[in-house]
């Protein structure tokens, strides 16, 4: 879909998103990058593709849809030959009583396209428009599932133990080799399936390849034990990374583009008794921050969260394990603030997400560039804004602190099991009381959880065991959390959080007479939604703490993490089990999601 630049710009004066000099500027880029405006509008994410097409959709006067390629009938998609389909840029997705077929399109404008589909499939046809990336996944779809694509591959091109042995070399390059093919399968089927890191790990007699989705471990195939070597090779390559080298672990990173969306994978080998071990960790470069909002952000922690970073200087820290979505968090936080009049500065290990306008720097320590070295020559380039990957040590403490107190926005994270843990920690690095409580605004504390398919999940109401269980469970610090769950959950219904089951029945536990009397639960088959799981995608559950007054008096007392989490609750903070607990009334996750990720508080 191809839209003139004088149509873009009477949207972007109708959206009211860019003034004139920005509209000239963009004017001015794309006569130096030689790209349409529509793309730099998407890509400035000034108007996202799906708000682009929206707009042009009402401009032609034709139906607008949002395709989800796992909501299409595999016999309706073969109705239209994939040669076809992506030749005209088209899907058929549903099907009427009359036989009216509905057709997607990227580019419904093109005549040409229009009377061959009316040709191929009868003038009883019903045409919309939508977002070109959805029409590329949805083309994807006609593939089988990986272990057929696989074999297939694998079975066509033998490979001889005599080739398995051999080093492989750059030939492998090849995309039609039977080994690149392999590995794009692999990497293809995980951005599909929505994986964040791919291990491919060799074991006695085969190799086998699983995917890490919402969390957890699934393994997807087995291969012969013959293409480890020429696999991980080829990934070498990609990666530029030493193919002769096979007893020391490597790092490296390449891109890959799948439907339309570029992707980064950073790649980790690791030498390992049945051969090399390979992680493929999936970054999505495409991808939109996310809003405070669509992370899982509400009412207080919210309110606390916004007010901190918009405080000129100071310190904000998020706290968690590794894999508890911090750097999610921080992309988030940064995309909001990085507009043309603020330098952000970040010094990071590794560099996840690249966000365009930000001066982002990889940690090295070879060539001396620590985190401590980098925040110091950070300081040197005038920033407003600067981002710490992590304060391990004392000296990056330090820097940090004094980087808060001279005008300075700092951002970092520590690993600490929850937000009132990290003022003890810092005190541990041997920074003063007195300069914790005069610069740190906020800490976030966070876990991941799976959150349920809204098309299978289920209602269930809990016997008196699981009621007691939970009880115990949410238990803090001997406050039970119990006694504000039905006022924050009324609350939750004010600030709209969830997905408006708001006739879900909700009394508050901690009275003998009062009980809740349903929860939610992931179907034990799921569906194909959520393939077959019970849960889709994950959702934060957080506890954002205020510095307020009274808990910087208690810091100077040098008081405990204990202490300090009391006084912050007593001000308003909700511990992340009593979000967690909320999201789980709400039909947003599970109860019994919300302990396994809190358990080691």
């Known amino acids: 879909m191809r839209i003139a630049d004088k149509v873009v710009e009477s949207f972007l004066e109708k959206s009211g998103k860019v003034s004139g000099e920005r509209l000239e500027a963009l004017h001015d880029q794309e006569k130096t990058e030689k790209r349409p405006l529509q793309d730099l509008v998407v890509s400035g994410n000034i108007l996202s593709e799906v708000e682009l097409t929206k707009l042009y959709a009402e401009s032609i006067d034709v139906p607008f849809v949002e395709l989800n390629p796992k909501d299409i009938k595999r016999d309706l998609l073969k109705q239209l030959p994939e040669r076809i389909a992506r030749q005209y840029g088209a899907i058929i997705f549903d099907i009427d009583e009359d036989g009216a077929k509905y057709v997607a399109m990227s580019d419904p404008d093109d005549v040409q396209a229009l009377n061959f589909l009316q040709k191929q499939l009868g003038s009883n046809l019903r045409v919309y428009i939508a977002p070109e990336s959805q029409i590329r996944a949805a083309l994807d779809t006609y593939r089988g599932n990986i272990a057929g694509e696989l074999t297939k591959v694998i079975s066509s091109n033998e490979i001889t133990e005599e080739e398995a042995d051999e080093e492989v070399d750059e030939s492998d390059l090849a995309e039609d080799s039977p080994i690149a093919q392999t590995v794009t399968l692999i990497i293809e089927y995980g951005i599909k399936a929505g994986a964040s890191d791919i291990h491919v790990e060799p074991r006695d007699k085969y190799v086998i390849v699983r995917y890490r989705i919402d969390g957890m471990l699934r393994e997807a195939n087995k291969l012969p034990k013959k293409v480890l070597n020429a696999l991980v090779s080829r990934i070498k390559i990609l990666s530029n990374l030493k193919i002769d080298e096979h007893r ?325 903070m909700i511990t992340m089990r009593t979000d967690g607990f909320i999201k789980s009334l709400r039909g947003q996750t599970t109860i019994e999601e919300v302990i396994r990720v809190t358990t080691n508080r």
């Not at 009412?299 to 200087?313: D, E, S």
């Not at 750097?327 to 043309?340: D, E, G, H, Q």
């Not at 219904?493 to 009980?515: I, N, Q, R």
């Not at 910087?552 to 993490?561: D, E, L, M």
């Open 248 to 572: 020391a672990p490597q790092d490296g990173r390449f891109k890959i583009e799948v439907s339309g969306l570029v992707y980064a994978l950073r790649v980790s080998t690791l030498p390992v008794v049945d051969g090399e071990k390979v992680v493929m960790r999936i970054l999505n470069e495409s991808v939109k921050a996310a809003t405070f909002e669509e992370l899982g952000f509400w009412g207080n922690a919210l309110t606390t969260l916004q007010q901190a970073i918009i405080q000129p200087h100071g310190m904000i820290l998020v706290t968690g394990p590794t894999g508890s979505g911090k750097s999610t968090t921080l992309f988030s936080v940064l995309s909001m603030l990085n507009t043309p009049d603020v330098n952000i500065s970040t010094v990071e290990d590794p560099v996840e997400y690249r966000i365009p306008g930000v001066n982002q720097t990889q940690v090295n320590p070879i060539a001396g560039m620590t985190f401590a070295n980098g925040l110091r020559a950070l300081l040197r380039q005038d920033p407003n804004i600067i981002m710490v990957g992590e304060i391990r040590d004392t000296e990056t403490a330090d820097l940090a602190i004094q980087a808060a107190l001279t005008g300075h926005l700092v951002f970092s994270t520590l690993h600490t099991n929850d937000a009132a843990t990290s003022l003890p920690r810092l005190l541990d690095m041997g920074t003063e009381p007195f300069l914790i409580a005069s610069t740190v605004r906020a800490v976030i504390a966070q876990r991941l959880v799976r959150r349920l398919c809204p098309e299978c999940r289920e209602l269930y109401e809990p016997d008196e065991t699981i009621i007691n269980r939970i009880k115990d469970a949410f238990k803090v610090n001997g406050n039970d959390d119990f006694r504000r769950i039905n006022t924050l959950e009324v609350q939750a219904l004010k600030d709209g959080v969830g997905d408006g089951s708001d006739d879900m029945a909700v009394k508050e536990l901690g009275s003998t007479d009062k009980t809740i009397i349903r929860l939610w639960k992931a179907h034990q088959d799921g569906c194909n939604s959520c393939n077959h799981t019970g849960y889709r995608g994950r959702i934060g559950i957080y506890e954002v703490m205020d510095n307020t007054e009274e808990i910087q008096k208690a810091i100077v007392g040098n008081t405990t993490s204990e202490h300090l989490e009391s006084l912050a609750i007593d001000g308003g």
